[in-house]
């Protein structure tokens, strides 16, 4: 028996063992470490925590907390990720797409103080994390899988209108009710927008101009004096601090805080976050449950996104199990310490990646920074205006509408394309939790869809080769009149073995001369008990009708299946073929 080469053995088996350095990556690149790696760390720690600091305020906004709820994630959760992470660049935090569930989960539960909120935030953030944790341990990540990229595309476009409305209220100084019908917001917008504050929105168009000159213009004006691109993109990514220090300045000599009545974000308490224990309130639990799920799931695939997309240009390994754990962790962390539930953030990844991160010392590094800020820099928010809050997060989102996945989705495959239609239409209308269920179950039901009816095509050999295509694509290809060798471009399972079935005796009903059936398997990877039965039953079938069934190129672990369960003993051990070239070959001369 042929050894498996060393190098392949990860691609063809599963290796469950368990090593320290697996579930405790920081080991590993703490005794590997180099002197050259801390200056690439402490850059991007240092950038990143300046992105951070009004990200994470913005973001707590946008969830309906306190600022410093957003500080305080910002700390303990990233100095967890950093330990336990397998991604060298993901940079942890509060994220605008996770941020709106929280709103959207708390504002359903008719709370009645700020304290209460707060509490709320951290159970959510416990049962996310707790979640995390169970399918990293028990290896089941798997199961967000099922969330195809069109539905995903759907619903983060959907949620980047959702959130770019409920800015709205900031961005023109006005007071608009919560709600989850994003319908009802838009009419609340509207018929708010004659109460708009000339002094609010003035400043959140000054904010969004500095903000999208950095993301869109900054670049090309610092090309013209030649600096290396590492030092350019995170240059480019420091609108938010700008807007942040320009918007306190001009309240700061204006005073419109006062004279027009600008809202602010006010006194955020100095210090480190303390410890808390999370108290449940079972009245609120099963509310909270099902968007625990949802926040899982979400922040969990927007994270192994980057994080592998990031790995893949430095040939790393990202562990997505191990992901799992360490986002878990992190949110449990979160619970604890005052925060609210985070993910790895897109835009502050790339920065992190593009500054020089190179271990998980980088998210520590932003922490510790962060912590600084929390014990000694908290006066200096006291003037920031909420509208600079909400313009750094409407450009933030700008990012989530997925034009190109809709242009590219309607050109190749339609069904794919409703799909992404019908979560983005539910996201709007329904709300976001029953939305991406409604996507889900979209995307499961286009699969079975599509796996009930597999392709199955008729071949014959090409030329004098060994090859057998499908004779209706290809002229030149040879058939013989009492064999029919058919291939079926899908696995069997219990939606398609009828069907199978069907075209198997209607093609040979229509071609009473065959008495030679070749079934070729070379695209079938699994066969399940259902469609065995229906193997047998046609096995039987075409015997009536004094035509004898054939299997060619049927894989390995198939075959054992097959062979284990006396499959293969009651069809005849020489009815099996390793090629369709072979099987053609013998009938020919029988």
């Not at 190179?358 to 908290?378: K, Q, R, V």
């Not at 090409?462 to 040879?478: A, K, P, S």
């Amino acid at each position: 028996m042929n050894q498996i080469p060393a190098k392949y053995k990860h691609t063809t088996s599963q290796d469950n063992s368990f090593t320290i350095l697996q579930y405790f990556p920081f080991l590993d690149w703490l005794r590997n470490y180099k002197r050259s790696d801390l200056t690439g760390d402490m850059t991007a720690g240092i950038i990143v925590a300046i992105m951070l600091v009004p990200q994470s305020m913005a973001y707590a906004l946008l969830a309906g907390l306190p600022p410093q709820v957003g500080l305080y994630a910002s700390i303990v959760p990233l100095i967890v990720y950093g330990l336990l992470g397998t991604s060298r660049a993901l940079a942890v935090g509060p994220v605008a797409m996770v941020s709106l569930l929280v709103a959207t989960a708390l504002g359903g539960l008719e709370l009645t103080s700020v304290a209460q909120y707060v509490q709320m935030a951290l159970i959510l953030a416990l049962l996310v994390g707790i979640i995390q944790l169970t399918m990293g341990i028990f290896r089941i990540g798997f199961l967000v899988n099922f969330l195809s990229h069109p539905v995903l595309s759907g619903f983060t476009s959907a949620v980047a209108i959702v959130i770019g409305l409920s800015q709205f209220k900031h961005l023109i100084g006005v007071d608009v009710p919560r709600t989850d019908s994003m319908p009802e917001l838009a009419l609340f917008v509207i018929e708010k927008l004659p109460d708009t504050n000339i002094t609010v929105l003035v400043l959140s168009f000054i904010s969004v101009a500095i903000l999208l000159y950095f993301k869109y213009f900054l670049k090309k004006h610092l090309t013209y004096f030649n600096l290396p691109d590492h030092i350019v993109s995170p240059i480019t990514k420091l609108g938010p601090l700008v807007a942040v220090v320009i918007g306190i300045g001009l309240v700061v000599i204006t005073e419109v805080d006062i004279t027009s009545n600008v809202p602010i974000v006010g006194n955020i308490p100095a210090g480190l976050p303390e410890f808390i224990v999370p108290t449940f309130d079972t009245d609120y639990l099963s509310q909270l449950i099902p968007f625990a799920f949802t926040i899982a799931i979400v922040g969990y695939l927007e994270s192994i996104s980057v994080a592998k997309a990031l790995a893949s240009r430095r040939r790393q390994k990202v562990n997505a199990n191990q992901e799992l754990i360490a986002l878990g962790t992190a949110n449990i962390s979160a619970s604890f310490t005052g925060g609210y539930p985070v993910a790895g953030g897109f835009s502050r990844s790339i920065v992190n990646f593009a500054a020089g991160s190179n271990t998980g010392l980088a998210s520590i590094i932003s922490a510790s920074l962060i912590a600084i800020t929390m014990l000694f820099l908290t006066p200096v928010f006291y003037y920031l205006p909420n509208a600079v809050l909400g313009a750094i997060i409407l450009v933030a989102v700008t990012s989530l509408f997925d034009f190109e996945t809709i242009k590219h989705t309607w050109h190749y495959d339609k069904a794919d394309f409703a799909s992404l239609v019908v979560t983005f239409v539910a996201v709007l209308l329904i709300g976001i939790e029953t939305g991406i269920l409604v996507g889900a179950g979209t995307s499961i039901g286009l699969y079975l869809w599509r796996t009930s009816r597999p392709h199955v095509a008729v071949v014959g050999q090409i030329g004098d080769t060994q090859e057998y295509r499908n004779v209706l694509r290809h002229e030149n290809t040879t058939t013989h009149d009492n064999i029919l060798a058919l291939r079926v471009d899908e696995s069997l399972y219990f939606p398609n073995a009828q069907y199978l079935e069907e075209v198997v005796l209607n093609t040979i009903a229509d071609n009473p001369k065959v008495d030679h059936f070749i079934l070729i398997c070379s695209a079938i990877n699994f066969i399940d008990s259902s469609a065995l039965d229906t193997l047998e039953s046609l096995h039987y079938s075409l015997k009536l009708s004094n035509v004898n069934m054939y299997c060619a190129g049927v894989k390995g672990p198939v075959m054992d299946r097959l062979r284990h369960i006396g499959f293969v003993d009651r069809i005849g051990k020489d009815n099996f073929f390793m090629s369709t070239h072979e099987a053609v070959t013998a009938l020919c001369n029988k």
